[in-house]
């Protein structure tokens, strides 16, 4: 057997292993693994072994049995979270889509970075970001301003705090007394807005969406070029909280 064989079996294998925390047992031991994806004792023990030091897998002192770590629980909640965002936006953004030359961008928090997870073009639309499944920084944009903000304030002053505010045009915030200052603001108020702050001639303004249980699980917002900084968005804030209500009621929220 090939070296690349191998490999690739070892692969398939973990991805077996990891599988079974998700029939229905929460917490397992090396045996039972070794016998479930039918390899060897040594085998199973070698794979929990692997996946223990990247992190997947934590031992339960109490019992000695192995469990999934919260990473890997966080990573299954954020595909689940992606997965209902996309059946519950589709119609929201594509009508929007038809009725603005802007572009619409559905964001999720992960640490200190916002992942855009959806994105829509509009006719004459400026190439603003990245295609779905990039990152980008949460203090220079629209989206990562709305759902820092809307996180219990000791969450968000802990991320504040570890943040490095890289200046990405001249209007960019650096100060993290600032950042807190207008996170505030931005929660009162239910939208926030990026002035060129991420790329001089772009705004964009972001509204935070709602699971059924009313917490804020994405953030939806529209980007345009606007030939002045001081110009008003009202039309877009009107557009993007229209359109994050839409979406968060297809989720099952009920304001």
Known sequence: M????????SVTNAVRLLKEFGRGDTQ???SQLSRRIGVSKSTAHRLVATLVAEGLLEKVEDTGLFRLTNTMRSLGASAETAQKLHQA????????????NATIHIAILDGSDVIYVERREGPGAMQVFRKVGSRNSVHATSTGKVLLAH?????REAIV???RLVRKTA?????????????????????AENRYESEVGMCSVAAAIRDRDGRVVAAVSIAATIPSRDASLGPMTRQVLDTATRISRALGWQR
Do not use: H
């Open 2 to 9: 090939s070296a690349r064989t191998q490999t690739l079996n």
């Open 89 to 100: 936006s589709t119609a929201a953004l594509d009508q929007l889509r038809a009725t603005t």
């Open 171 to 191: 209007f960019t915030i650096t100060s993290k007394s600032r950042l807190l200052q207008e996170l505030e603001v931005i929660k009162r108020q239910g939208y």
């Open 151 to 155: 996180l219990p304030s000791p969450d």
């Open 161 to 163: 705090d570890q943040l």
């Open 28 to 30: 397992l031991g090396v």
